[in-house]
C-alpha cells in the first residue's frame, strides 16, 4: 500500500500565508514528479505546481511568484509554500506522486492525496 497525507490547510485572508506539506509512505521503490493540484467548487481539478526529482519545478500561470514547490527526497516529502494569497485559490488542494513500487515495475503509477482545504476569505 502506498499513502499519500497532506497537512497545513485552513482559512487565511486575502494577503496572507499558508504552508502545505504532503508526506509519502508504504512500499515505495522509486518517486519521481510531485506535485500540487487543485479542486475549486464547481470546477475541475487543475495542476498548480511540480516538482521533479532532480528539483525542476513547474506552476501554473496563476500561481507563478507567489507559490514554492519543494520536496525532501530523503523523507518522501514535498510542499507548497503559499504567499499573497487571493480569495481565488480557495480550494481543495491535493497532493500527487509518480510513484513505481518496486523495482520490476517500469511505468510510475500516480498516487493522490486526501485533500486539504485551503480557504482565503476575509
Known amino acids: 500500500q502506498v499513502q499519500l497525507v497532506e497537512s497545513g490547510g485552513g482559512l487565511v485572508q486575502p494577503g496572507g500565508s499558508l504552508g502545505l506539506s504532503c508526506a509519502a509512505s508504504?512500499?515505495?521503490?522509486?518517486?519521481?514528479?510531485m506535485g500540487w493540484y487543485r479542486q475549486a467548487p464547481g470546477k475541475q481539478r487543475e495542476l498548480v505546481a511540480t516538482?521533479?526529482?532532480?528539483?525542476?519545478?513547474n506552476y501554473t500561470e496563476s500561481v507563478k511568484d507567489r507559490f514554492t514547490i519543494s520536496r525532501d527526497n530523503a523523507n518522501r516529502a514535498v510542499y507548497l509554500q503559499m504567499n499573497s494569497l487571493k480569495p481565488e485559490d480557495t480550494a481543495v488542494y491535493y497532493c500527487?506522486?509518480?510513484?513505481?513500487?518496486?523495482?520490476?515495475?517500469?511505468?510510475?503509477?500516480?498516487?493522490w492525496g486526501q485533500g486539504t482545504q485551503v480557504t482565503v476569505s476575509s
Open positions: 516538482v521533479t526529482t532532480g528539483g525542476y519545478t
Open positions: 500527487n506522486a509518480e510513484i513505481r513500487r518496486y523495482p520490476v515495475i517500469i511505468k510510475p503509477q500516480k498516487y
Open positions: 508504504g512500499t515505495i521503490f522509486t518517486i519521481e514528479t
